[in-house]
């Protein structure tokens, strides 16, 4: 049951309907308008702006909005849920509605379950979207950026799940570029150390002592038969041999965070020729049958010029066809591919497909890379598939306010691995979440774990587990009572008047609408926000009950009260729980 989305849907008709009677033009967009609830709860239950948001379309029927407005108020207040429907300001629309409409929403809550607030949409017809993060290279263990990015990435696709699309979580192995070769040589001195040479670590490789093990592994394989050969002839296989034990080493990682992918893709296998064609070449034969690809020669970088810049003639994408400043090139000057050639293939396969979205979750270091990647979608797919580049701010670990040393394990950075295995996995994921994406994190390890209410994953799994107490206490009083939902959606809930429970109906009633806006702006920090709200709302009332007895959800003297504030309880768990789950985090039954 989602009051706003139906609320939507009537002020949706009433338009169509007033535009048949030639009163509005015709087919006015409905997904232009919103239904919300208002900025300040004491102007009613829900605001809408659609006499704003049209006011143009409707210049030649109404002299301003408040005019329209005016109409749809006097419609609206003739259904037998509303109590008032007024304008405010040039246009707004203000509705309240009548108590009895909390009561069906509660009742909902107790009916569906854990199934409140997920997306109606048939599967069938469901959009496909396509949700890679993570991606990290597979030079060692993932340290705590990339672990944003990753409990970002799967709480955005669970989210998204939840919301009623079907979604595939991916993850890109960049296992194609020269940064491997790099751990393949890293990897050999480990080899060379595990048969007993004393070595050194030069600048420019991998100093960590993750890759001791690969070394162990190369010597136990091969004794000492790769020890003397050229490097042409080692370097392919220890480089396989440790993009495999990297990728083992982040898998493991990423299943400490309760994190799986579906697919992983290799960069490689693009370059693999099928048919005497790779699928790098493929799609630029694709954009070149389209005129998308040019030989020409690019302006100098604005600035000093970088030492590497050669003014050159070169195989250049006209990615300012699609927004980007500038063309992009497709081929280094050795005739090799870019990185960005190899990601438009690997956008078009994702294309090829049938995605409807791709959503990609990169570092904030990449966000240069955006408009041309976005180009190139839209070239290839002729604007059907939309890509949203999420970009995920850097970490910075703290311990009591002073930023943490490096790791000896990694060699300079702190892993993923530690933090999870300090603080834990639920304390990662939700402190994570509790800032938006693109903005910077401090994440300090001695606060994360602080049982208060500064704590925010602490103060929301206590809710949780403070409404399972109340549970409890009810059994141990009324030992009869019969506290499944279905049960308790039976009690009287119009007896819930108290201001404090009703603002804990309204908030509930938000949820399915912070679902389905949060899965569609890709934006998991709103159901973080959210569950923080509700939590507050539940300790606020709580602690009203301590200095006002009669408030109290448990009540000797009024078993048919008890049962109705029960049954608000119970709704409670249920959306804190639920909300929880899409975010990939525990809902405890008690803290400890």
Not at 567 to 588: H, Y
């Amino acid at each position: 049951m989602n009051i706003f989305a139906d609320f939507h849907a009537r002020i949706a008709d009433l338009l169509k309907t007033m535009g048949e009677q030639g009163r509005l033009p015709q087919a006015l967009d409905p997904a232009r308008f919103v239904v919300e609830p208002p900025r300040d709860a004491s102007m009613g239950d829900l605001a809408c702006n659609a006499a704003m948001v049209f006011a143009k379309d409707a210049k030649a029927f109404f002299h301003n909005p408040r005019q329209l407005a005016t109409e749809l108020a006097a419609a609206l207040v003739d259904c037998d849920d509303v109590d008032q429907a007024e304008v405010a300001g040039p246009g707004f629309l203000n509705i309240r509605l009548k108590p009895a409409v909390y009561g069906k929403v509660l009742g909902a809550v107790l009916a569906q379950g854990a199934e409140f607030g997920r997306g109606a949409a048939g599967r069938a017809k469901a959009r496909r979207v396509n949700v890679e993060y993570v991606s990290a290279n597979p030079t060692g263990p993932m340290h705590v950026g990339h672990g944003r990015g990753a409990v970002f990435g799967d709480a955005l696709a669970s989210l998204i799940d939840f919301a009623g699309s079907k979604v595939t979580r991916e993850y890109y192995i960049n296992d194609a570029g020269a940064q491997v070769d790099v751990l393949a040589r890293s990897a050999f001195l480990r080899y060379r150390e595990a048969l007993g040479e004393t070595v050194t670590i030069p600048e420019g490789l991998y100093p960590g002592d993750y890759l001791k093990p690969v070394g162990v592994a190369l010597a136990d394989k091969h004794g000492e038969s790769l020890k003397d050969k050229p490097e042409a002839d080692w370097l392919p296989q220890v480089r396989d041999a440790a993009i495999d034990a990297m990728m083992a080493l982040i898998r493991d990682d990423l299943a400490a965070l309760n994190i799986t992918h579906e697919v992983f893709f290799s960069e490689r296998s693009l370059h693999v020729k099928k048919n005497g064609v790779s699928d790098v070449e493929a799609a630029l034969e694709e954009l070149r049958s389209k005129g998308l690809i040019y030989e020409g020669r690019l302006p100098p970088p604005k600035g000093q010029l970088p030492d590497d810049w050669e003014d050159r003639e070169q195989t250049l994408f006209r990615s300012t066809q699609f927004g980007d400043d500038v063309d992009r090139a497709l081929k280094k000057s050795d005739g090799a591919f870019t990185y960005f050639a190899s990601d438009i293939a690997y956008h078009r396969k994702k294309i090829e497909a049938g995605y409807d979205v791709l959503v990609d979750v990169w570092g904030a270091d990449h966000g240069g890379y955006v408009k041309r990647m976005s180009a190139a979608v839209e070239a290839l797919s002729g604007g059907t598939c939309a890509l949203d580049v999420k970009l995920c701010q850097m970490v910075k670990l703290m311990r009591d306010g002073e930023p943490v040393k490096m790791s000896k394990r990694s060699g300079d950075f702190v892993t993923l691995r530690e933090v999870v295995d300090e603080v834990g996995v639920d304390a990662v994921r939700f402190i994570m979440l509790m800032r938006k994406n693109d903005a910077p994190l401090d994440f300090d390890l001695a606060k994360v774990i602080e049982q208060s209410k500064d704590n925010p994953v602490f103060y929301v799994q206590y809710a949780h587990a403070r409404a399972h107490s109340v549970l409890r206490q009810a059994l141990a009083t009324f030992p009869a009572i019969d506290l499944s939902p279905a049960a308790l959606a039976r009690a009287d809930l119009a007896l819930l008047d108290d201001e404090g429970e009703q603002a804990l109906i309204k908030h509930l009633a938000q949820y399915p609408r912070v679902i389905e806006a949060a899965a569609s702006a890709h934006e998991p920090h709103r159901l973080a926000f959210y569950l923080h709200d509700l939590a507050s709302l539940f300790h606020s009332h709580w602690n009203r009950g301590k200095d006002q007895p009669q408030l109290r959800f448990v009540n000797q003297d009024s078993g048919e009260l008890s049962c109705a504030r029960l049954a608000l309880v119970t709704g409670l768990m249920i959306v804190l729980a639920s909300g929880l789950s899409v975010l990939g985090v525990n809902a405890p039954d008690e803290m400890r």
